[in-house]
Nanobody, 122 residues
Framework: VQLVESGGGLVQPGGSLRLSCTASGFSFDNYAIGWFRQAPGKEREGVSCISGDGREHHADSVKGRFTISSDNSKNTVYLQMNNLQPEDTAVYYC?????????????????WGQGTQVTVSS
């Protein structure tokens, strides 16, 4: 099982980025996929997650700005991030867990990617 994130980079405040999480070794159908982030000196926090049947859940801090979607044919989950702010700067990770639940509790996730850096700065 492997998860690979891509799409991070440097963006100005108010800008957008789309992160991708591509999985190999399993099918998304029976997994929940979550996006988490960790800024320097801060604890890891859950951002958004999506279930195998397409239900979504977002942290309050990103509601209305971030959307999550999946393309099961490509085994890829996307995190569209709009109106990015400096406080969104972090390493973003995707993670997977076999569950029908939606949760941003990181301890339940079994598989993790290596992360991709997102920096929001002028």
């Amino acid at each position: 099982v492997q998860l690979v994130e891509s799409g991070g980079g440097l963006v100005q405040p108010g800008g957008s980025l789309r992160l991708s999480c591509t999985a190999s070794g399993f099918s998304f159908d029976n997994y929940a996929i979550g996006w988490f982030r960790q800024a320097p000196g801060k604890e890891r926090e859950g951002v958004s997650c999506i279930s195998g049947d397409g239900r979504e859940h977002h942290a309050d801090s990103v509601k209305g700005r971030f959307t999550i979607s999946s393309d099961n044919s490509k085994n890829t989950v996307y995190l569209q991030m709009n109106n990015l702010q400096p406080e969104d700067t972090a390493v973003y990770y995707c993670a997977a867990v076999t569950t029908s639940l939606l949760s941003l509790l990181d301890v339940i996730y079994d598989y993790w990617g290596q992360g991709t850096q997102v920096t929001v700065s002028s």
